[in-house]
């Protein structure tokens, strides 16, 4: 055997197919085995391994024992002279074994090998060769010199940035994400450790290879996409404590007891350095615009009151002192909670939903103020003015920061598409997206053979005219049917098209989803096809507040409710397992508990099958309506389904 792949998996299922697809292209013709080592996934990940990909070696673990562990487990069971430590969230090219495996072949000083990383959007991933962390490394990164000096070979040691990333280097640290090895070699120096829960292992066992006298090599003849890059959930304080301190364990195990008690010291400076700008910038960051806002109304309104009084009435004071301890701060507080209710505050918002914050918060005001006793009206003339200065103050002062680029506006901007592939895939793709509520603005076709085509499918151009359509349509997303193209094709094109405005998917044969990532700043998403508005953050807050109040309701008038019930034993319990969030009042027929589960969808009392007066078994027709209910979801039609169902609150 001359390869053993080893791929631990945790809860990315559609990732994991879409590399073993490529991983299986890649194997053709090299002696390989393949394992999948789950760390007790709940996404469906390893009955889609059993039914798909039958010939992989699966170790479904019942607890999730870390990536060292899980990588272990595998090892020891490799027969491969050379193995591969792969991530899920990769696309390794064709060639990319052979590659490797001829470098290994041909180079007997060679311990480990790694390959050129892009990001989703074919950027060139930094982590993909670097230098060891020694505590002077370790200062000019966690400091930032080495963010100001990437190509220092002083300063840039960490990601070695001074190395063209176009030709094949000698390295000291290999990425985790794809580390090929020497079995030998892991024979004379051990596993991997498995006192390192997540990241620092591969730190670990790249060191300990250059200590044995063999050699790290960085190959930039092949390429991989790994869709997870190193800059994901940076600004997580849970990633800066995991890192930072796998860090320390590795200075313990491997430094002198100065130099490890100065790389300690620097670990938990950072640690606490940047865990307390993670939190300051996430507070701040979400906290600005009602300060701002806050701040605003209050000057405004206090400014009309010292004006009114002095000016008008003419008599300083004039007011009782609880109008402004109590009175203004209280409207002003509406304000901020309609505004919040309305979603002015998400990143990024609509303008519409601060026109909209505005005019409900400034008619609450004036109700409220409507109905106070006639003693508590303290002036008509300040809240008519509050009123007007919210509704030109709040929305002018955004469309400066939107104008200054500092708190944008969501854009609203419709896809359009390019799709890459053969005229059948293309077509099954083409179906597919406009089945879901995405509605690009524009689809174009482009034949993913260079050879004359003969068909009457209408193309819009061939592969190697990609650039020219993407320009000349204005496409700002491509999709690429990967039956049609192969995976170094794939990672070709996107390298060499260097508009940011431009994403990048991958739609795998046979499957009804497409992956990608639109930034190296995130991680890479999922795309199930057929998806729609109930995905929307909006409305699985609205979904949830439905499911509240309505079993609250329920619950305070049971005396009378529970007698539609046809199973009254069962009543209360669903009702509160809906108010702890267990279920939904809706939910879907459910013939595939995975894809409901990707979905974000709690399993209902009630289903869309519930609006038919008679049932069906058809799978497909049961789909359809799922599909229906989510394309069309609204808090409406889940009060219409549980009103028409009310027999069914006790099932």
């Given at each position: 055997?001359?390869?053993?792949?080893?791929?631990?998996?945790?809860?990315?299922?559609?990732?994991?197919?879409?590399?073993?697809?490529?991983?299986?292209?890649?194997?053709?013709?090299?002696?390989?085995?393949?394992?999948?080592?789950?760390?007790?996934?709940?996404?469906?990940?390893?009955?889609?391994?059993?039914?798909?990909?039958?010939?992989?070696?699966?170790?479904?673990?019942?607890?999730?024992?870390?990536?060292?562990?899980?990588?272990?487990?595998?090892?020891?069971?490799?027969?491969?002279?050379?193995?591969?430590?792969?991530?899920?969230?990769?696309?390794?090219?064709?060639?990319?074994?052979?590659?490797?495996?001829?470098?290994?072949?041909?180079?007997?000083?060679?311990?480990?090998?790694?390959?050129?990383?892009?990001?989703?959007?074919?950027?060139?991933?930094?982590?993909?060769?670097?230098?060891?962390?020694?505590?002077?490394?370790?200062?000019?990164?966690?400091?930032?010199?080495?963010?100001?000096?990437?190509?220092?070979?002083?300063?840039?040691?960490?990601?070695?940035?001074?190395?063209?990333?176009?030709?094949?280097?000698?390295?000291?640290?290999?990425?985790?994400?794809?580390?090929?090895?020497?079995?030998?070699?892991?024979?004379?120096?051990?596993?991997?450790?498995?006192?390192?829960?997540?990241?620092?292992?591969?730190?670990?066992?790249?060191?300990?290879?250059?200590?044995?006298?063999?050699?790290?090599?960085?190959?930039?003849?092949?390429?991989?996409?790994?869709?997870?890059?190193?800059?994901?959930?940076?600004?997580?304080?849970?990633?800066?404590?995991?890192?930072?301190?796998?860090?320390?364990?590795?200075?313990?195990?491997?430094?002198?007891?100065?130099?490890?008690?100065?790389?300690?010291?620097?670990?938990?400076?950072?640690?606490?350095?940047?865990?307390?700008?993670?939190?300051?910038?996430?507070?701040?960051?979400?906290?600005?615009?009602?300060?701002?806002?806050?701040?605003?109304?209050?000057?405004?309104?206090?400014?009309?009151?010292?004006?009114?009084?002095?000016?008008?009435?003419?008599?300083?004071?004039?007011?009782?002192?609880?109008?402004?301890?109590?009175?203004?701060?209280?409207?002003?507080?509406?304000?901020?909670?309609?505004?919040?209710?309305?979603?002015?505050?998400?990143?990024?918002?609509?303008?519409?939903?601060?026109?909209?914050?505005?005019?409900?918060?400034?008619?609450?005001?004036?109700?409220?103020?409507?109905?106070?006793?006639?003693?508590?009206?303290?002036?008509?003339?300040?809240?008519?003015?509050?009123?007007?200065?919210?509704?030109?103050?709040?929305?002018?002062?955004?469309?400066?920061?939107?104008?200054?680029?500092?708190?944008?506006?969501?854009?609203?901007?419709?896809?359009?598409?390019?799709?890459?592939?053969?005229?059948?895939?293309?077509?099954?793709?083409?179906?597919?997206?406009?089945?879901?509520?995405?509605?690009?603005?524009?689809?174009?076709?482009?034949?993913?053979?260079?050879?004359?085509?003969?068909?009457?499918?209408?193309?819009?151009?061939?592969?190697?005219?990609?650039?020219?359509?993407?320009?000349?349509?204005?496409?700002?997303?491509?999709?690429?049917?990967?039956?049609?193209?192969?995976?170094?094709?794939?990672?070709?094109?996107?390298?060499?098209?260097?508009?940011?405005?431009?994403?990048?998917?991958?739609?795998?044969?046979?499957?009804?989803?497409?992956?990608?990532?639109?930034?190296?700043?995130?991680?890479?998403?999922?795309?199930?096809?057929?998806?729609?508005?109930?995905?929307?953050?909006?409305?699985?807050?609205?979904?949830?507040?439905?499911?509240?109040?309505?079993?609250?309701?329920?619950?305070?008038?049971?005396?009378?409710?529970?007698?539609?019930?046809?199973?009254?034993?069962?009543?209360?319990?669903?009702?509160?397992?809906?108010?702890?969030?267990?279920?939904?009042?809706?939910?879907?027929?459910?013939?595939?508990?995975?894809?409901?589960?990707h979905l974000k969808t709690k399993k209902g009392i009630i289903t869309p099958l519930d609006q038919l007066k008679y049932p069906i078994y058809e799978e497909e027709r049961i789909e359809n309506l799922n599909l229906e209910y989510i394309r069309n979801y609204s808090v409406f039609k889940d009060a219409e389904l549980v009103f028409k169902n009310l027999k069914k609150l006790g099932a």
């Amino acid at each position: 055997m001359k390869l053993s792949v080893v791929i631990v998996n945790y809860n990315v299922q559609y990732f994991l197919e879409n590399c073993l697809n490529s991983v299986e292209k890649a194997a053709k013709g090299i002696s390989c085995e393949v394992f999948v080592v789950d760390n007790n996934s709940v996404d469906g990940s390893v009955e889609m391994v059993r039914e798909k990909f039958p010939n992989v070696h699966l170790i479904a673990n019942k607890e999730n024992l870390g990536f060292s562990k899980a990588n272990n487990q595998a090892i020891r069971q490799a027969k491969g002279e050379y193995i591969l430590l792969l991530n899920p969230d990769t696309v390794v090219e064709e060639n990319t074994f052979k590659t490797c495996v001829d470098f290994f072949d041909q180079h007997s000083d060679a311990g480990g090998i790694g390959v050129k990383m892009l990001d989703g959007k074919g950027k060139f991933l930094p982590e993909s060769k670097r230098g060891l962390p020694t505590p002077s490394v370790a200062f000019y990164k966690i400091f930032g010199l080495a963010q100001l000096f990437p190509k220092s070979k002083r300063f840039g040691q960490y990601h070695l940035g001074h190395l063209s990333k176009n030709k094949n280097h000698e390295v000291e640290i290999l990425s985790g994400a794809f580390m090929m090895i020497r079995k030998s070699v892991l024979d004379q120096i051990g596993l991997l450790d498995e006192n390192f829960f997540m990241y620092g292992e591969d730190i670990d066992l790249s060191y300990r290879i250059t200590q044995a006298g063999y050699k790290n090599y960085y190959l930039a003849d092949t390429s991989i996409i790994h869709y997870k890059g190193e800059s994901t959930k940076k600004s997580s304080i849970n990633y800066v404590f995991v890192f930072y301190k796998a860090m320390a364990i590795f200075a313990r195990k491997h430094f002198s007891a100065k130099n490890a008690k100065l790389f300690s010291f620097l670990i938990h400076l950072a640690i606490y350095l940047r865990a307390s700008l993670a939190v300051m910038s996430r507070t701040l960051k979400h906290a600005i615009l009602p300060i701002l806002d806050a701040a605003i109304l209050l000057i405004g309104t206090f400014w009309f009151t010292n004006y009114y009084e002095t000016e008008v009435k003419q008599t300083p004071n004039y007011y009782p002192e609880e109008v402004d301890l109590y009175g203004i701060p209280m409207m002003v507080g509406i304000y901020l909670l309609v505004f919040l209710l309305n979603g002015a505050y998400q990143i990024p918002t609509k303008f519409n939903r601060i026109i909209r914050g505005a005019f409900s918060a400034s008619l609450i005001v004036l109700i409220i103020y409507a109905l106070l006793d006639e003693g508590l009206r303290f002036s008509r003339a300040i809240i008519l003015f509050s009123v007007l200065w919210s509704l030109f103050i709040i929305p002018a002062y955004r469309f400066i920061l939107h104008l200054a680029h500092f708190r944008s506006f969501e854009k609203n901007i419709k896809s359009r598409l390019a799709i890459v592939g053969s005229e059948s895939e293309v077509k099954r793709i083409s179906k597919l997206i406009k089945d879901t509520i995405l509605e690009p603005e524009i689809i174009c076709y482009i034949n993913s053979s260079e050879d004359s085509d003969e068909s009457n499918f209408q193309y819009h151009g061939k592969i190697n005219q990609i650039e020219d359509i993407i320009e000349i349509y204005d496409i700002n997303e491509v999709v690429f049917c990967s039956q049609d193209i192969s995976s170094a094709d794939i990672i070709e094109k996107m390298a060499s098209i260097k508009s940011d405005e431009v994403d990048f998917k991958i739609a795998p044969p046979k499957s009804l989803y497409i992956i990608g990532s639109n930034s190296n700043q995130h991680s890479g998403e999922y795309y199930i096809m057929s998806t729609n508005a109930l995905l929307k953050s909006a409305s699985q807050r609205n979904k949830r507040l439905f499911d509240i109040i309505l079993s609250l309701f329920f619950l305070l008038l049971f005396p009378i409710f529970i007698w539609f019930s046809e199973h009254k034993n069962k009543y209360f319990e669903n009702l509160l397992s809906i108010l702890i969030g267990k279920i939904s009042f809706v939910g879907f027929a459910s013939i595939n508990e995975i894809r409901d589960y990707h979905l974000k969808t709690k399993k209902g009392i009630i289903t869309p099958l519930d609006q038919l007066k008679y049932p069906i078994y058809e799978e497909e027709r049961i789909e359809n309506l799922n599909l229906e209910y989510i394309r069309n979801y609204s808090v409406f039609k889940d009060a219409e389904l549980v009103f028409k169902n009310l027999k069914k609150l006790g099932a």
